[in-house]
């Protein structure tokens, strides 16, 4: 859809935060990565502004810049993140999709109105020889989609003129789009036979809240080989209603249940970005005082704007987003305006609510972002410190499976690669990830596996496999000295995801010669630990409403 020519900014806007917003977009628009040089393209913005946007970015944690490239980093996801937060439809209707998805062995997704699009804000895919692409804060033409005959239907007499002057009624899917809409407003729900792409056939039903408006739209997408439009409809559609009449109930729940309007106290930033709450200040003035003038002192602060919505605060007073962000009212007011004109923040009664389009500020390319592509960068930060190899592993049977690694350039090194398997039992990142688990499971595992003397140094007995692995599981580490390989040390810690479970193990291995048992706990370990924090905090913002691969 070809987009209706930009109206002139206010004079109020706040032009670094426009063009801040542009970066961001086109960065997104190029699958999360570009070089400095693209960019300057793609915005038509001078090098030297699109260098301090990026270096402002990358202070805020939004980007990482890799020589003459920037790529988006998963703290983005928090600018996304308050917008699902706020709106609640994934947190509430999530599970009930994910269930159904299950049951029917097909792909389920979530999509709200976006002016003449639709917006995903969930997706729940089976994996497939031939799988869908669709990401959460995707946006499709309303006319070749299943879901958007059910959000026409509440169109007024503008919105329709509007997306008549765009290429709706002029492209062959658009030129029974008004019929279809009639349609699905009789029906109560809606096809969609081929006209995303060939092969692809869906039905949607709208979820409705307790107002009786249109929430958002349920969607079944199935492909040819499974399904004809006719069929999926004749087989899934008493199913699929079902699950939006479950889903109504919770949005009826979610509403009683919910506290009375924010009155501002609430800090911003949840997701615990750096910019957030009463810190800005402080934050803002230690970054201007390291990157001179090279840090946008407006751009963060109207980025951090997005970031006093959330769970509990969908619509916000402007003294309520300054009191969260720690800005003065004129500074918030300013941001306001601009991101409203930009299309990210609509108003009504003098209260501000997030738009479905912040979405669209990095979520498609990083809703696809795996622990591997989270952890590395971080890895690469520790090897750089510690001069020695680190590993991330995940459990696999009774095994565990290296998913990512980042090596040191030595004569002597440890030499693994990505896929490597070991018994967990003998390796640091197995015993950290073996005492993440129940006691019970833990037991389980110790009884059924064959303790093999890997070296003379590995523990077989299943009665002190027990006791080291309580002592892991209490003091956070696995230290292994010689169990798995002769002269083979390694230290682990756990990566745990924003519920306390162990997910993947951290490690660092070296010859013995490198450093004793002593100067491993002393040199070593705390730098792991705080790498794996860092790991956790990306995982958390970006697996919070996305779930995260592990490669």
């Keep these: 859809m070809p987009a209706t020519p930009p109206a002139e900014p206010p004079a109020e806007a706040v032009g670094p935060l426009m063009r801040g917003i542009a970066v961001l977009r086109a960065i997104s628009d190029a699958g999360g990565r570009t070089s400095l040089s693209d960019l300057v393209r793609t915005t038509g913005l001078a090098r030297s502004t699109v260098d301090r946007v990026a270096a402002t970015l990358a202070r805020m944690g939004y980007v990482r810049l890799d020589g003459h490239e920037a790529g988006l980093a998963p703290r983005l996801m928090e600018l996304g993140n308050a917008y699902l937060a706020a709106v609640g439809l994934p947190g509430l209707l999530g599970p009930l999709a994910e269930r159904l998805a299950d049951e029917l062995d097909e792909s389920v997704s979530l999509a709200v109105p976006d002016r003449d699009g639709i917006r995903f804000v969930h997706q729940t895919t089976r994996r497939r020889a031939m799988s869908l692409t669709f990401r959460i804060g995707d946006l499709l033409p309303a006319e070749r989609t299943a879901p958007g005959p059910l959000f026409a239907s509440a169109w007024t007499d503008e919105e329709w003129a509007a997306w008549r002057r765009g290429t709706g009624s002029g492209t062959v899917s658009g030129a029974d789009f008004e019929e279809r809409t009639a349609r699905a407003a009789k029906d109560g729900w809606a096809l969609d036979d081929q006209r995303i792409e060939p092969g692809l056939v869906a039905l949607a039903v709208p979820v409705h809240d307790p107002q009786g408006r249109t929430a958002c739209a349920l969607s079944v997408v199935s492909h040819t080989s499974r399904h004809s439009a006719g069929s999926l409809r004749r087989a899934l559609l008493p199913r699929v209603r079902e699950t939006v009449a479950a889903m109504e109930r919770e949005l009826r729940t979610g509403a009683s249940a919910a506290a009375e309007p924010a009155d501002g106290t609430s800090a911003a930033g949840t997701d615990g970005g750096a910019t957030g709450g009463q810190g800005l200040a402080h934050w803002t003035a230690a970054s201007k ?263």
């Design 289 to 551: 005082q390291e990157l001179g003038a090279e840090f946008v002192e407006s751009l963060a602060r109207g980025l951090t704007v997005v970031t006093a919505f959330g769970e509990g605060r969908a619509e916000l007073g402007l003294t309520a987003i300054a009191e969260a962000t720690g800005l003065a009212r004129a500074t918030a007011r300013r941001a306001l305006i601009t991101l409203e004109h930009l299309g990210y923040v609509t108003s009504q009664d003098r209260t501000f609510r997030l738009t479905p389009r912040v979405l669209a500020l990095g979520c498609p390319p990083l809703s696809r972002t795996t622990l591997s592509d989270i952890a590395v960068p971080h890895m690469a930060e520790l090897v750089r410190h510690v001069h020695d190899s680190a590993s991330l592993a995940v459990l696999d049977g009774d095994d565990i499976r290296y998913t990512a690694r980042v090596a040191t350039e030595r004569i002597m090194s440890v030499n693994i690669t990505i896929g490597t398997r070991f018994p967990a039992y003998a390796a640091s990142m197995g015993r950290v990830l073996l005492a993440g688990l129940h006691a019970d499971e833990r037991t389980a595992r110790i009884d059924r596996t064959e303790l093999r003397a890997l070296t003379s140094r590995t523990v077989t007995d299943p009665t002190r496999l027990a006791a080291l692995l309580e002592r892991v599981r209490e003091e956070g580490y696995a230290l292994v000295d010689e169990e798995l390989e002769e002269g083979l040390r390694s230290l682990a810690v756990p990566v745990r995801d924003h519920t306390g479970r162990t997910v993947a193990a951290l490690n660092v291995a070296m010859h013995t010669t490198r450093r004793t048992l002593d100067e491993c706990l002393a040199d070593v370990l705390p730098q792991l630990r705080a790498t794996a924090v860092h790991i956790e905090s990306d995982l958390h913002i970006a697996g919070r409403f996305t779930c995260i691969a592990e490669v």
